[in-house]
């Protein structure tokens, strides 16, 4: 199969099935490492898998090479020690996509998929919830195989919905979480700043490890153009109409404080907030996240 | 006033506007319409900052458009003109430049000579019009309209008649006469000139915007001498007139060659006139300056000249009803044109060849009756010269007598006969084609008639009727003698009211001074006006010398002309030596000026002007609101397009 975690989201997205768009990613980017981060020190023996190319030959079983001529690399169960939420962001401003490329929400949903995978693959209970105005669908944390095909259809069935209350949204499922985790929330973040960071440090006292991943357009990261534009709201569907000088000066400013207000936050609050474009390849985007949270995984 | 541009053609480039509006439509770009994630960013300042831009857009668009027009409407050259104006504006115009360089024309004002201040505008002007204007002014000499050339002439003003029928003609003969004619007439408007142009223009108008120059002095002030007589061997005699300001102990001397006699102070009262005597031991016959030594404004008209053997004396007979022509003689004795000669009144029937040949004037005033003796007096006249004033009959019959005594002198003559009109005529006076009316003033003549007169008078009119017959004339005979006829005869009668009115001195002074003019002997006569050639058709070639003693060139016509002033010599073999004294023209002194009249309907299109006027109302080339202003506004608009450009390019929020 071919490696699809190293072609663009764009190629990404003619596959429709969000289940094989997650295997394939995961897959690549876990080929790609040098050090499997999350496959550990666990002496359960779980199964073979074949050695891809790149991959340290340490980890290939000799033995069962010279048996069989084939190059293949044992797998070790790890105790599940981590309950993760996924909380993602449906509200109606995630379907914006300049050009051709996915949308926000559907980028979203095939990062949250490929995490969710990954913490399927290392046992980790992982748990999916989706909000827009209010906390939507919520699947608590299990490390079953089962809850995988739970999170892809309810992803694979989520659609883009109302305006966003982030914060609203992250203290209902504070307020659900019992014990020590990680959340990982995937939004685009258009709320007020105040409203979200009193809602992840909500998450934080309900000691959870919390990772941010800010999902954008790179239209909405640079909004460079010419002549003028009328915008409509997709939350609220208000009008404007501005020329393109305008536009960009006013978006490039209100983001630059967005985000000086959100960075200094998670800062302070030891929150891992990571910019994820949408036509920044997946794996690249994983990978930054994984290497965050190395000792996680 | 209407503002009028010299090149409207440039106006085509207007087309330009087209283009930027067309640039600016098409660098409008077009609105793209997106369903953006949010517009939390986007404040209410975003979109006033909006509106802000496209105004300046449109600020900056109409600014430029402007910018365009400014620079056209510049090479465009706007200026503004009245009404007699408008053919400057167009390309094609023709422009005939007038310039009065009679002698009046050198009056000094502010250092200038008023004749070199109209050469100078004439420049001027002409550096103002377009150059698609073709610019002609007057020449003298070739007396017709020429392209103008030069810059920097230098004025030299002309003795004589200006001329002005010849003008017009030439004008109106003129190739260029149909292609928007504009004259610009430049002088003092001295009298005649404003009357002879109202009469020209009343005979035959021009089809041409007229726009008249007055350079007229603006306090006008002038000294001058004139009628010197020589009294016997121990002094001259001679009159100084001050004009518009008195004259306080002015210095007349008399030159002779390099020798002059002591000044002589004399004070004359504003606009008054004083004779002087100044001694001078006249011994033997000689060319004499006399000189006004005043530094006033119009120099020409300080020095004039005498023979000193020129003893000015003419008798005047009269011949007819003695009771009738007493009042004439009077009035003659009044005139003192005779400069103290005798005025002898006589009969027909007892006039003797004694009377006759001892007068240079004889003034035949309807005889009445055959005079049989007259006729042969008169035919037997051989003496050179001499002139005669014949007024015909009023009396049919009368007539008869007259035929009868004139057809000896001019066989030629036709029968006369009487024209009894049913409508009295009137003397069109002055009549500007005689010279016998030179500076004439214009008098209103509606009182004046005339109900029967004799015709056809022999010889050149002198003056015509409202109906087109001719109440004076003149001629010279077989015999060299000067005439003048009249019509009428010569003092009050039933056919006419002339004689009974305020111009019968006037009119007899000028018939007298005419006829005078025209002697052959020593004589004076006026610089500028032609006068009998006194050594043509001689047996011998005769000579004429100058003041200086330098031979005149002469041309072999019958008329002559001398351009200036000073004692002529006259030699030839088979006359005795005589001298001409030639003066300016007295009318050139008077400080009278009259611009054409206007308010009658006479004009069309003309306008009097200053010399500053003419200026203004012509393109401003280097002064004046219209030159600057434009300037000022493309300025303006290349700062404020600027400004705006920079603002529409800008992040900032500007205005």
């Known amino acids: 199969m071919k490696n699809l975690s190293l072609i663009s989201p764009q190629d990404a997205a003619q596959i429709k099935n969000l289940s094989i768009r997650a295997k394939c990613i995961v897959e690549g980017t876990m080929a790609g490492l040098h050090k499997s981060p999350y496959h550990g020190f666990s002496a359960e023996f779980l199964e073979y898998r074949p050695y891809f190319q790149g991959e340290s030959t340490r980890r290939i079983d000799w033995r069962k090479f010279a048996k069989t001529e084939r190059a293949v690399v044992r797998l070790f169960e790890d105790e599940t020690n981590l309950s993760a939420h996924i909380l993602l962001d449906k509200s109606a401003s995630m379907q914006f996509n300049s050009g051709d490329a996915l949308s926000k929400f559907e980028y979203a949903k095939t990062l949250a998929a490929s995490i969710c995978r990954i913490f399927i693959a290392q046992r980790d209970a992982v748990g999916l919830a989706m909000f827009d105005q209010a906390l939507g669908v919520l699947l608590p944390p299990k490390s079953t195989n089962i809850q995988m095909e739970h999170v892809l259809k309810a992803l694979e069935n989520a659609q883009a919905g109302d305006t966003t209350c982030c914060a609203a949204a992250i203290e209902s499922l504070a307020v659900k979480i019992n014990k020590r985790g990680m959340t990982i929330v995937i939004s685009d973040l258009f709320d007020d700043p105040g409203e979200i960071i009193r809602g992840l440090r909500h998450l934080k006292f309900v000691k959870q490890d919390v990772i941010v991943l800010w999902v954008l357009d790179p239209f909405e990261r640079s909004f460079r153009g010419e002549g003028s534009y009328r915008l409509s709201d997709l939350e609220n569907g208000r009008e404007l109409l501005l020329d393109a000088d305008t536009a960009q000066r006013f978006f490039s400013d209100g983001m630059k404080k967005h985000t000086d207000a959100l960075v200094h936050a998670c800062r302070e609050l030891k929150i891992d907030l990571e910019m994820v474009s949408t036509d920044e390849p997946f794996h690249q985007a994983l990978l930054r996240i994984l290497e965050k949270r190395r000792h996680h995984f | ?655």
């Open chain 2, 1 to 655: 006033m209407p503002l009028h541009f010299y090149n409207p053609e440039f106006f085509l480039a207007l087309a330009f506007l087209a283009g930027i509006l067309a640039l600016h439509l098409l660098k409008k770009s077009k609105t793209v319409t997106i369903r953006f994630s949010s517009l939390r960013f986007f404040t209410t300042d975003s979109v006033q900052r909006t509106q802000r831009r496209k105004l300046r857009k449109l600020l900056l668009m109409i600014t430029r458009l402007l910018l365009v027009a400014c620079i056209i409407a510049m090479f465009a050259r706007p200026f503004i003109s009245s009404k007699s104006f408008n053919n400057f504006q167009n390309p094609n115009a023709s422009v005939f430049i007038w310039v009065d360089q009679s002698p009046s024309m050198e009056y000094i004002e502010k250092s200038l000579a008023n004749g070199q201040r109209a050469f100078d505008l004439t420049d001027s002007i002409a550096a103002r019009l377009p150059l698609s204007a073709k610019i002609f002014n007057y020449d003298y000499e070739a007396e017709d309209f020429v392209e103008y050339r030069s810059a920097n002439r230098q004025f030299r003003s002309v003795h004589g008649d200006l001329k002005l029928e010849k003008v017009f003609n030439a004008l109106k003969a003129h190739k260029r006469y149909s292609s928007y004619p504009v004259l610009i007439v430049m002088s003092d408007f001295q009298e005649p000139t404003g009357v002879q142009i109202d009469s020209l223009m009343s005979k035959n108008g021009l089809k041409a915007d007229i726009i008249f120059v007055s350079l007229k002095p603006e306090s006008p002030w002038n000294y001058a001498i004139s009628n010197v007589d020589v009294i016997g061997r121990e002094a001259v005699e001679v009159s100084t007139e001050a004009s518009g300001k008195k004259l306080v102990n002015g210095k007349v001397r008399l030159l002779t060659g390099n020798i002059g006699t002591a000044p002589v102070k004399m004070t004359v009262d504003e606009n008054g006139t004083g004779r002087v005597v100044i001694p001078f031991s006249n011994r033997e016959n000689k060319i004499c300056k006399l000189v006004l030594d005043e530094k006033d404004p119009l120099q020409f008209d300080n020095v004039t000249y005498i023979y000193s053997g020129q003893q000015k004396r003419s008798d005047i007979l009269v011949l007819g009803n003695t009771d009738e022509n007493f009042v004439l003689s009077a009035a003659i004795h009044a005139l003192g044109e005779n400069g103290g000669g005798a005025v002898t009144v006589k009969s027909c029937l007892d006039v003797t060849s004694s009377n006759i040949d001892r007068s240079s004037v004889i003034i035949i005033n309807h005889p009445s009756v055959p005079c049989p003796g007259l006729e042969k007096l008169l035919s037997s006249r051989n003496k050179n010269g001499g002139s005669f004033i014949y007024c015909l009959s009023e009396d049919s019959l009368d007539l008869i007598s007259d035929y009868s005594l004139l057809r000896k002198r001019f066989p030629e003559i036709g029968m006369l006969k009487h024209s009894l009109l049913a409508q009295p005529a009137n003397p069109v006076l002055p009549d500007i084609n005689s010279g016998l009316w030179y500076g004439f003033p214009e008098k209103k003549l509606s009182q004046l008639t005339i109900a029967s007169y004799a015709k056809v008078l022999p010889g050149i009119p002198l003056c015509h009727l409202s109906d087109g017959g001719v109440l004076f004339s003149t001629t010279d005979d077989k015999l060299g003698a000067r005439w003048i006829f009249s019509a009428i005869p010569l003092g009050v009668s039933n056919v006419s009211t002339i004689w009974q009115s305020a111009v019968f001195v006037p009119v007899l002074d000028r018939m007298l001074k005419f006829i005078d003019s025209r002697g052959a002997s020593d004589r004076i006569v006026i610089a500028g006006y032609p006068v009998k050639n006194p050594v043509l058709s001689r047996k011998e070639k005769g000579f004429i010398y100058d003041s200086d003693g330098k031979p005149v060139v002469l041309p072999d016509r019958p008329e002559i002309v001398f351009q200036t002033p000073g004692i002529y010599k006259v030699v030839a073999s088979d006359i005795p030596v005589s001298f001409i004294n030639v003066l300016p023209d007295s009318m050139e002194s008077k400080m009278n000026f009259r611009t054409p009249n206007l308010s009658k309907t006479l004009y069309n299109d003309a306008v009097i002007c200053g010399a500053g006027e003419i200026l203004s109302l012509t393109r401003q080339k280097s002064t004046g609101v219209l030159y600057y202003l434009p300037w000022i506004i493309i300025g303006l608009l290349i700062l404020f397009e600027v400004f705006l450009w920079e603002r529409v390019n800008s992040n900032g929020d500007g205005i």
